[in-house]
C-alpha cells in the first residue's frame, strides 16, 4: 500500500504565506492554504488606497487566482482560531478542523496602541483594506466638512491632520495628505483653500524615519516640509479623544485640537502568537511575536514553522526586520525545510536573512533609499521605490493597472479613486 502524501498547511496568504505555497508547487505534498480573507493584499501600497491614487482591487489579487495552477494545493477561506498540537490539527472557526504534517504559521501583525485601545476609534492605523478606505473616507470628508465650517475656528479643526508615527507609514501618508492638500485639491473648493491644511507628523524618537541612516531621514524631512507636513519629534502622545490629541514635549504638555488622527506607531504580533504559546509554550517577545528557532520552527515542534510578521529571530544581533522581503524569504526557507524532510535530504542551514534595503516615497517623485553602503533620494531613488513595488505587485493586471495609474497621476497629479464611502 503507497504511503499518503505529506500533508502541508499555510495559514496566511500574505508575503511569507503565498512564497512558502509558490515554493511548494512542484512538492510532493497535499497542500492547503487558509485565509481569513480571500485575496492576498500588497500591504506596501495601502496608503495609496487611503489617500485615492489607487482602489483597493489594484493592490489586492484573489488567492485563489494566484494559486490555480498549483494542482498540489487547495486554498480554503477561513478563520483559524487555535491549534491542537498534540493531534496535529488546525481549528478553524466554523468548527472545522484540518490534519497537517507540516504547519506554517503566516499569520503577520496588526496595530499595537500600547495598552490604549480605545484610542484606535479616534485615529485608526493602516493595515487593511478596510482600514485604508476609512482613512480616506475621513481625509476627503475633513476637507468637505471644512468647506461647510461656520467659523474659521471649526474650519481650522477640520484642515489639520494629525500623523502619529514618523515611520515609512507615517511618512509615505503624511506626504501623501500633503500632496492631496497642495496639489489633488486646488481650485476645487469654493470657501477654502486646502493648502491651508495644517499636517502634523508626531513621532517620539529625535527625527523622521528614525532606522534609516540620519542623512536620509534629513532628506525627508526637507521633502515633507515641501509638501507642507510639519514634523515634530520627541513628543509622546498622552490622550486621544473626540477633540483631538494630547502630547508630552519634554516637561508640557498640548492639546492639538483635530477631527482627523492617524495611526503609524505600534506594531504587535497576530493574535496566532498568542494562541501558539498557549499551546506550546514558545516565547513571544514583547510584541508577541514568536521567538523561533534558527531553523524558523518552535523549539519541541519540527513540523511548526513561524514565519513572516508573526516571528522573532535574532539575526547579526538585530531581529530581523518586519517586512516584504524579510516575510519572503522565511516562506520560501520553511517550504525548501519541508521539501528537504520529505526527501530526505539534508535541512538546509540556518535561517540567514538577506536585507535589500530600504525604500520610503514622500510624494511625487521624492523618495529615500537606504542600500547599505549606497543612499540615494529624489527622482532616482523614487524611480527604485517604481520598479521594485511594480515588480512584487501579484497579478500582471494589477501591474498594468497601477503602471497606468501612477503614469497618469504622475503628469496631471489627478486621484482617480477620491470616493467618500462607508459610515
Ligand atoms: C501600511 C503598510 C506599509 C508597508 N510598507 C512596506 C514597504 O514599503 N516595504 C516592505 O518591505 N514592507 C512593508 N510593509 C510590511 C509588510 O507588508 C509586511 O512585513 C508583510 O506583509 C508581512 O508578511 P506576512 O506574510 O508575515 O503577513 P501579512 O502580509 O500581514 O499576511 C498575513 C495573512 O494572514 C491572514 N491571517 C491572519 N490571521 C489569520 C487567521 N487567524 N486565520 C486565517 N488567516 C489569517 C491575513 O488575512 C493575511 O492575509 C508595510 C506594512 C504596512 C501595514
Do not use: C
Not at 143 to 152: G, I, L, N, V
Not at 270 to 283: E, K, Q
Not at 304 to 329: R, S, T
Amino acid at each position: 500500500m503507497s504511503r499518503p502524501r505529506h500533508r502541508a498547511v499555510i495559514i496566511g496568504g500574505g508575503f511569507a504565506g503565498l512564497y512558502a505555497a509558490k515554493a511548494l508547487r512542484r512538492a510532493p505534498v497535499d497542500l492547503t492554504v487558509i485565509d481569513k480573507r480571500n485575496f492576498h493584499l500588497f500591504q506596501p501600497l495601502l496608503y495609496q488606497v487611503a489617500t485615492g491614487g489607487l482602489s483597493p482591487g489594484d493592490i489586492a489579487a484573489p488567492l485563489r487566482a494566484a494559486l490555480r495552477r498549483q494542482r498540489n494545493t487547495e486554498v480554503v477561506l477561513g478563520e483559524v482560531t487555535d491549534l491542537d498540537v498534540t493531534n496535529r490539527k488546525v481549528l478553524l472557526s466554523d468548527g472545522s478542523a484540518l490534519d497537517y504534517d507540516s504547519l506554517i504559521l503566516a499569520t503577520g501583525a496588526r496595530h499595537s496602541y500600547f495598552d490604549h485601545p480605545e484610542w484606535e476609534a479616534k485615529a485608526p492605523g493602516l493595515k487593511t483594506i478596510e482600514d485604508a478606505t476609512e482613512i480616506r473616507r475621513r481625509i476627503l470628508y475633513a476637507f468637505e466638512a471644512a468647506e461647510r465650517s461656520a467659523s474659521t475656528a471649526e474650519r481650522q479643526e477640520w484642515l489639520t491632520f494629525v500623523i502619529i508615527g514618523a515611520g515609512p507609514t507615517g511618512v509615505e501618508l503624511a506626504g501623501a495628505i500633503g500632496e492631496i492638500a497642495n496639489r489633488t485639491l486646488r481650485e476645487e473648493f469654493r470657501r477654502i483653500r486646502p493648502e491651508e491644511a495644517h499636517i502634523l507628523l508626531l513621532d517620539a524618537s529625535p527625527r523622521v524615519l528614525p532606522v534609516y541612516p540620519e542623512d536620509l531621514s534629513h532628506k525627508a524631512e526637507r521633502s515633507l516640509i515641501r509638501l507642507g507636513v510639519r514634523t515634530r519629534s520627541g513628543v509622546r502622545v498622552a490622550g486621544i479623544n473626540d477633540t483631538g490629541v494630547t502630547i508630552h514635549t519634554g516637561q508640557s504638555e498640548e492639546h492639538i485640537t483635530t477631527h482627523t488622527i492617524f495611526w503609524a506607531a505600534g506594531v504587535q504580533a497576530s493574535s496566532m502568537g498568542r494562541i501558539l504559546a498557549n499551546r506550546t509554550s514558545v516565547p513571544l517577545d514583547r510584541a508577541s511575536r514568536v521567538m523561533v528557532s534558527p531553523d524558523l520552527t518552535i523549539p519541541g515542534h519540527p513540523e511548526i514553522f513561524a514565519v513572516g510578521d508573526l516571528a522573532h529571530l535574532e539575526h547579526d544581533g538585530k531581529p530581523v526586520p518586519g517586512v516584504a522581503p524579510a516575510a519572503m524569504q522565511m516562506g520560501r526557507y520553511a517550504a525548501r525545510a519541508i521539501l528537504a524532510r520529505i526527501n530526505g535530504s539534508p535541512a538546509p542551514g540556518p535561517f540567514r536573512y538577506v536585507g535589500k534595503g530600504n525604500l520610503a516615497v514622500i510624494g511625487r517623485a521624492a523618495a529615500v533609499a537606504d542600500f547599505g553602503a549606497i543612499h540615494i533620494s529624489g527622482y532616482l531613488a523614487w524611480l527604485a521605490w517604481l520598479f521594485i513595488h511594480l515588480m512584487y505587485i501579484v497579478g500582471f493586471q494589477n501591474r498594468v493597472l497601477v503602471f497606468i495609474q501612477w503614469g497618469f497621476h504622475y503628469f496631471t497629479f489627478h486621484r482617480g479613486a477620491r470616493l467618500i464611502t462607508g459610515k
